[in-house]
């Protein structure tokens, strides 16, 4: 069932809700965790290369988070993270509503990409990350170099 815009313009948000308007709220719902353009850009350039990798896929099964690209026979996790949810120091602009929330929800992100990094590196495996904004062949170039060079270093 297919819901029209006249029903989000009656839409509610329930008490105590962090969701300050209907628009607001189909704006939220639009935003993608995962299949970004940066991300399908960088990976259709390190497919290219002839690189195989796992998408949105935990690295570590008993951690429930996910890299944007696992290539896990050499243990490298990529991350593309967007410059609004991981405080970048280059494009994060804290918001003008309901910026007590939004600002500590940010803060939760970056404290827990550094221990993402953090328990990963522990476990023998490379992360990368890159912002959004960073040029997509650059990303790849690097995501292609450290991972051949991993490679060619086990002997594959």
Same mark, same amino acid.
């Given at each position: ?6 029903d989000a313009e009656d839409w509610? %948000? %329930? ?13 939220? =719902? ?7 353009? #940066?991300? =399908? =850009?960088?990976?259709?350039? @390190?497919?290219?290369? *002839?690189?195989?990798?796992? /998408?949105?896929?935990? #690295? ?9 690209? /696992?290539?896990? #026979?050499?243990? @490298? +996790? @990529? $991350?593309?993270? *967007?410059?609004?949810?991981? *405080?970048? %120091?280059?494009?994060?602009? %804290? #918001? ?6 939004w600002s500590q929800k940010v ?5 827990? &990409?550094? &221990? ?10 490379? @992360?990368?990350? $890159? ?15 450290? /991972?051949?060079?991993?490679? +060619?270093?086990?002997?594959v």
């Open positions: 069932m297919a819901s029209s815009e006249n509610v %948000p %329930p008490e105590g809700s962090w969701a300050s308007s209907a628009a607001r709220r189909r704006n939220m =719902q639009a935003i993608r965790s995962r299949d970004t353009k #940066p991300e =399908q =850009q960088i990976r259709r350039l @390190v497919h290219a290369e *002839g690189l195989r990798y796992r /998408v949105s896929a935990r #690295p570590l099964t008993s951690l429930r988070r996910t890299a944007d690209m /696992v290539f896990r #026979p050499w243990k @490298v +996790a @990529v $991350f593309i993270d *967007g410059c609004y949810w991981h *405080g970048c %120091p280059e494009h994060y602009v %804290p #918001p003008k509503t309901n910026s007590g929330y803060l939760r992100n970056m404290e827990r &990409d550094r &221990d993402t990094d953090k328990r990963l590196i522990e476990a023998g495996w490379l @992360v990368l990350r $890159f912002w959004e904004h960073e040029a997509s062949d650059v990303c790849a170039n690097e995501i292609v170099t450290v /991972v051949r060079r991993r490679r +060619a270093d086990r002997g």
